[in-house]
Each structure stands twice: as C-alpha cells, then as structure tokens.
C-alpha cells in the first residue's frame, strides 16, 4: 500500500520542471562578491550562486570587501550589517563614494526586519534589502531584478 506513494515523492523529486520561471544564465564571468561575517552564511550563498554559474568571491569584513570590489570589479555584492570592524553601513557607504565601486548595486542583509533597517538602506544607496533568514528564491530574485532588469528577454 505504502509503494505508490513512495514512487509519486520519487515523481515529484525528478520532476526537472519544478521551477516555474526560467532563471536568467549569466553571462561568463560575472562576478558576485558576498559579504559576511558568518562563514555559513558566506558558503549558502556562495553554493547557491556557483550553481547558477556564477563567480563568487568572499569577504569576512567590510575594510576587505572594499578591497576586493575596487580589485574584482563585482557586478553585485551582498553585504552584511551587523559584522565587527567596519560593518555594513560604513562599506557601503564608502563604496558609493569610490569612483570604481560607485555604480557597483549593493544588496543588504540583516536579520533585523524592521522598516527603519530598510529606509537605511535606501538612504546609503544600496539596491535592495533581503532578510535574514532568506531563500534561495530570495537571493535569485535580487539578483536577477538588479543584473537583468534592463535586459531584453
């Protein structure tokens, strides 16, 4: 009895059309750099991204991730708020200011969801706010909307 629902979980499992909208390559090379104090945090997304054929690079603090945008030149970054040293704010802030990085769009990240989080965000130039804890689908959303919104399909 138990056998045709086991075989309809292993249907659903290799159904390659579970995606409902077709995800964007991108194009080779295209760099994300992810921000993080949190190094599980950093691995997630850096998974998420090389599966989606992605070039991803790491940094644990702000003062380093200013470093590698102005040396890498990434197309995204997703930035962190809350990390010791310099946080979130003061990077994106003087990465908006640097003539290599000004144009570079920033994604912020906090576990803090309140409203004033996301006004900040706006204020600093960032592009866009994603929660903590988030999902796949939120990190491919941003990403997509930022790299490919001007992009004809």
Do not use: C
């Not at 802030?93 to 290599?100: A, F, M």
């Not at 920033?106 to 900040?120: L, P, Q, T």
């Not at 939120?138 to 399909?153: G, P, Q």
């Amino acid at each position: 009895m138990k056998l045709p629902r086991i075989l309809s979980f292993f249907q659903r499992r290799q159904n390659k059309n579970r995606r409902r909208n077709t995800r964007t390559m991108p194009l080779p090379g295209t760099r994300i750099l992810v921000v993080d104090d949190s190094q599980t945090v950093r691995t997630v997304i850096k998974r998420m991204l090389l599966q989606a054929g992605f070039v991803v690079l790491e940094a644990g603090g702000g003062a380093v991730a200013i470093e590698m945008a102005r040396k890498h030149r990434p197309s995204l970054i997703f930035m962190d708020i809350v990390m010791p040293g310099m946080n979130g704010f003061i990077a994106t802030r003087k990465l908006s200011k640097l003539p290599e990085t000004r144009l570079t769009p920033v994604v912020i990240m906090s576990g803090d969801k309140d409203a004033s989080e996301k006004y900040w965000v706006e204020g600093l130039g960032a592009s866009a706010f994603i929660p903590k804890p988030f999902t796949r689908a939120d990190v491919f959303m941003r990403v997509e909307e930022i790299l490919y919104k001007n992009e004809i399909r």
